[in-house]
């Protein structure tokens, strides 16, 4: 079956600092790739995808590269602000649209200023 | 522009009961799924609705049925409610199966089984 593996939290970082979220998974076939944010009070939103090896997702600063080779899907950002603060779930799907998505179990990103 | 809706926001029952879960998609969209969030961990899928039919299924037991309208809004059964059913329920809007990709999500209701 599918199943997604984030590193656990919570991360703290300081405001401006590199981040690196790890995510790997496994898949019975060819899946999609997706990087959901949750902000405090908020629904689950979209952060970015890639639906083939080597595509690269981005958004708000925000990178990950699908990696098939290691089956990896890391989330990165240059230099974290105060407004990152959030939960991050790495996510994926195989099959055709009405399949649901597999999450990981999320990871809370604390970013003090 | 409303997003995903869903009521209540908070529910709290006890084992054996049955509640329904309502959730009204973001303008535009027509087909809804359904996610259990148990806490500390990701979302479940439950199942997706669309033209008022179930088109997917998680690995969830027959005591978990739905419904979809034809105003494209959405309901979730639980019947005989457990202990271990205690979670968040999500649902999920998109604007088609096909574009399944981008989901919009509401934020949730809080359901206690006691």
């Known amino acids: 079956g599918n199943s997604v593996t984030q590193m656990e939290g919570p991360v703290t970082l300081s405001e401006e600092a590199f981040l690196t979220i790890n995510c790997t998974y496994t898949?019975?076939?060819?899946?999609?790739l997706f990087w959901y944010v949750q902000y405090p009070g908020e629904g689950l939103q979209l952060l970015l995808k890639?639906?083939?090896?080597?595509d690269k997702g981005s958004n708000k600063g925000f990178e990950a590269t699908y990696r098939k080779e290691t089956t990896s899907f890391h989330l990165e950002k240059g230099s974290v602000q105060v407004s990152d603060s959030a939960v991050y779930f790495c996510?994926?799907?195989?099959?055709?649209?009405?399949?649901?998505?597999?999450f990981g179990k999320g990871t809370h990103l604390i970013i003090q200023p | 522009d409303a997003g995903v809706t869903q009521s209540p926001t908070h529910l709290i029952k006890t084992r054996g009961q049955q509640v329904t879960l309502r959730c009204s998609p973001k303008?535009?969209?027509?087909?809804v799924s359904w996610y259990q969030q148990a806490l500390g961990q990701g979302p479940q899928f439950i199942f997706q609705?669309?033209?008022?039919?179930?088109?997917q299924r998680g690995n969830f037991p027959d005591r978990f049925s739905g419904h979809q309208f034809p105003n494209y809004s959405s309901e979730l059964n639980v019947n005989a409610l457990l202990l271990g059913d205690s979670a968040l329920y999500l649902c999920?809007?998109?604007?088609?199966?096909?574009?399944?990709?981008?989901?919009?999500f509401g934020s949730g209701t809080q359901l206690s089984v006691l």
């Open positions: 999920a809007s998109s604007d088609a199966p096909a574009t399944n990709e981008k989901l919009f």
């Open positions: 898949a019975t076939g060819y899946p999609s």
């Open positions: 890639a639906t083939k090896a080597d």
């Open positions: 996510a994926l799907r195989t099959g055709g649209g009405a399949d649901g998505l597999t």
């Open positions: 303008s535009g969209h027509d087909t």
């Open positions: 609705y669309y033209e008022e039919e179930e088109r």
